[in-house]
């Protein structure tokens, strides 16, 4: 179970709304490698994990992925508050803006829902951690073309922070399926179960 | 030519070559001791607190909270993958302890983090009207 604390992980404060970079930042709280993807992917995964080391760093980034969760929803919240009718045309906001207003919907940034197609649970440790390892780097990624199109510097703070946490969470993920390809016997020498 | 077996079988985890000290080769923790002592020591003093109880105190207190926590979570995961790593232990250790007074500290003066942290006295503490939710902020 979760306890939740009445805090981000990170501070998220936005001085300037900005519409337009709300639609290019939502992809990371839906899109294919966001951060509920994330969660999902890993607290899914844990389930089935040979051993201690994976259930566990599954289990702990699983968890932070649902606070970098929040911190994305408050990204997007702050850059669409106080905003009007002329700012949302203009911005092009206003495809999102007919279905959600300003609520924070999970989904893409060109508006496709969240969809867990995005993840893969294969109940296989080898093929799961090699997942994972693909997925913090494709987060990263998103995270390097946010920062390309941004150029709001209390924004950029804030996906500065996670692009570096997809970075360290890549490293650990490494260590946990270098320990699993070595607890390995000779039947599996190709990494397979089999 | 390679054909799966039809049957599912678990990976074959206990390789009789497999040492656990193999692990800890290149274990370096991710923490700078030193740096981080220079951090805590700017400690708040009890009597800073007393002289201005107001929005810059309590934007401290949280940043403290923050970093702290920060480096917790960071020495958990690695801790996770280099679970043999007794200067990470020890330093996630002293960091967990620090947290809790932290907190315990903040929620004493600006209410509660947790909502099992509420007053026992109604209303209902944790949506105390006035209270900022964290997106709020």
Same mark, same amino acid.
């Given at each position: 179970?979760?306890?939740?604390?009445?805090?981000?992980?990170? +501070?998220?404060?936005?001085?300037?709304?900005?519409?337009?970079?709300?639609?290019?930042?939502?992809?990371? $709280? @839906?899109?294919?490698?966001?951060?509920?993807?994330?969660?999902? !992917? $890993?607290?899914?995964?844990?389930?089935?994990?040979?051993?201690?080391?994976?259930?566990?760093?599954?289990?702990?980034?699983?968890?932070?992925?649902?606070?970098?969760?929040?911190?994305?929803?408050?990204?997007?919240?702050?850059?669409? !508050? @106080?905003?009007?009718?002329?700012?949302?045309?203009?911005?092009?906001?206003?495809?999102?803006?007919?279905?959600?207003? /300003?609520?924070?919907? +999970?989904?893409? /940034?060109? @508006?496709?829902?969240?969809?867990?197609?995005?993840?893969?649970? /294969?109940?296989? +440790?080898?093929?799961?951690?090699?997942?994972?390892?693909?997925?913090?780097?494709?987060? !990263?990624? /998103?995270?390097?073309?946010?920062?390309?199109?941004?150029?709001?510097?209390?924004?950029?703070?804030?996906?500065k922070f996670l692009r570096e946490r997809e970075i360290v969470h890549y490293? !650990?993920?490494?260590?946990?399926?270098?320990?699993?390809e070595e607890k390995l016997t000779s039947k599996n020498k190709f990494y397979?179960?089999? | 030519?390679?054909?799966?077996?039809?049957? =599912?079988?678990?990976?074959?985890?206990?390789?009789?070559?497999?040492?656990?000290?193999?692990?800890?080769?290149?274990?370096?923790?991710?923490? *700078?001791?030193?740096?981080?002592?220079? #951090?805590?020591?700017?400690?708040?003093?009890?009597?800073?607190?007393?002289?201005s109880p107001n929005h810059d105190t309590r934007c401290e207190m949280m940043?403290? %909270?923050? #970093?702290?926590?920060?480096?917790? %979570? *960071?020495?958990?995961? =690695?801790?996770?993958?280099?679970?043999?790593?007794?200067?990470?232990? #020890?330093?996630?250790?002293?960091?967990?302890?620090?947290?809790?007074?932290?907190?315990? *500290?903040?929620?004493?003066?600006?209410?509660?983090?947790?909502?099992? #942290?509420?007053?026992? *006295?109604?209303?209902?503490?944790?949506?105390?009207?006035?209270?900022?939710?964290?997106?709020?902020?």
């Open positions: 179970m979760w306890d939740y604390q009445r805090k981000l992980i990170y +501070p998220v404060k936005i001085k300037n709304p900005n519409p337009k970079l709300a639609k290019i930042v939502i992809s990371q $709280y @839906g899109g294919p490698d966001g951060e509920l993807a994330a969660s999902l !992917r $890993y607290l899914s995964q844990r389930f089935t994990m040979p051993d201690e080391v994976s259930k566990g760093l599954l289990t702990d980034i699983g968890t932070e992925e649902l606070a970098h969760l929040e911190m994305v929803g408050t990204l997007v919240n702050q850059l669409t !508050r @106080g905003t009007n009718a002329d700012c949302v045309k203009e911005s092009g906001f206003y495809d999102y803006f007919i279905n959600h207003s /300003t609520g924070v919907y +999970p989904a893409n /940034t060109n @508006g496709t829902p969240f969809n867990a197609m995005a993840l893969a649970v /294969t109940g296989d +440790p080898i093929t799961d951690l090699n997942e994972n390892l693909a997925a913090e780097q494709k987060a !990263r990624s /998103t995270y390097d073309n946010i920062l390309r199109m941004s150029d709001d510097p209390d924004v950029n703070d804030v996906i490293q !650990r993920f490494g260590e946990a399926l270098r320990r699993v397979m179960n089999n | 030519m390679y054909y799966p077996k039809t049957d =599912f079988c678990p990976f074959n985890t206990d390789n009789p070559e497999y040492s656990p000290s193999r692990e800890n080769e290149r274990v370096e923790c991710p923490i *700078d001791e030193r740096e981080l002592q220079k #951090e805590m020591q700017r400690e708040l003093t009890r009597s800073d607190m007393e002289q940043k403290k %909270i923050e #970093e702290t926590e920060f480096a917790v %979570i *960071d020495l958990n995961l =690695f801790l996770d993958t280099h679970p043999d790593c007794a200067q990470a232990l #020890e330093l996630f250790a002293k960091l967990a302890a620090t947290l809790k007074s932290l907190k315990s *500290d903040y929620q004493a003066r600006y209410g509660p983090l947790y909502a099992c #942290e509420s007053k026992k *006295d109604t209303p209902f503490q944790w949506v105390e009207p006035g209270r900022k939710w964290p997106w709020e902020i």
